[in-house]
């Protein structure tokens, strides 16, 4: 027995996703990059040992057919894809320019607790030295109309905000859009 509902209603809203992503990536890559976002959105606890299994009860694994979700292959072709910075930023533009005129897209970010001894990306923000713990900022784009996320980016957790955003608008191509600040913040030219 397989699971339907929550798989086909995801799949349902994520069709011009699966279709950008095919205009970017292989279509053996954008297979596994819908699988595991869908199993995400499914059941957002699911550890990477469980990958497999949930994939294999869902019409997930109808969906998006021969996908290897084994711990170790989705921790690689993870990393893979973050790597590949080219293929991302292609994908990115393509959500950008895919917003319509008439939608407004809100530019946000947020500090994320992030103590790990990997990422080369936390560090001490202003607010986190107090707390003790490392921290990392995630700056995103948002499409209010449609209610979907355009793009993100993750910057290190020390970094000045105007910096960041100037950066993740120009790296990302988004050519209007309302920055949600703190106050404070300088105006970006």
């Known amino acids: 027995m397989l699971s339907y509902g929550a798989s086909a209603f995801v799949r349902s809203v994520s ?16 297979y596994t990059i819908m699988a595991i976002a869908s199993l995400r959105v499914i ?14 009860q869902t019409f997930i694994s109808k969906f998006y057919p021969g996908i290897d ?22 994908f990115y533009h393509k959500r950008a320019a895919s ?5 407004h897209v809100a530019i946000n970010g947020m500090l994320k607790q992030d103590s790990g001894i990997v990422n080369d990306l936390s ?5 986190a030295r107090t707390k003790g713990c490392r921290e990392v900022s995630v700056l995103y784009a948002y499409d209010i109309e449609a209610t979907e996320p355009i793009c993100a ?37």
């Open 15 to 30: 069709i011009d996703l699966f279709t950008e992503l095919l205009s970017v990536y292989t279509p053996k890559d954008a």
């Open 43 to 56: 059941k957002p606890e699911v550890s990477a040992k469980r990958f497999a299994t949930q994939y294999q």
């Open 69 to 90: 979700l084994s711990e170790n292959t989705v921790s690689a072709f993870l990393q893979g894809i973050g790597r590949d910075g080219n293929r991302r930023l292609a």
């Open 99 to 103: 917003v319509a005129a008439d939608h």
């Open 123 to 127: 560090a001490f923000s202003c607010r």
């Open 153 to 189: 980016e993750i910057f290190p957790g020390n970094s000045i905000d105007a910096t960041s955003y100037r950066s993740f608008i120009r790296d990302n191509d988004i050519r209007k859009g309302i920055i949600v600040a703190n106050k404070g913040f300088p105006r970006l030219r």
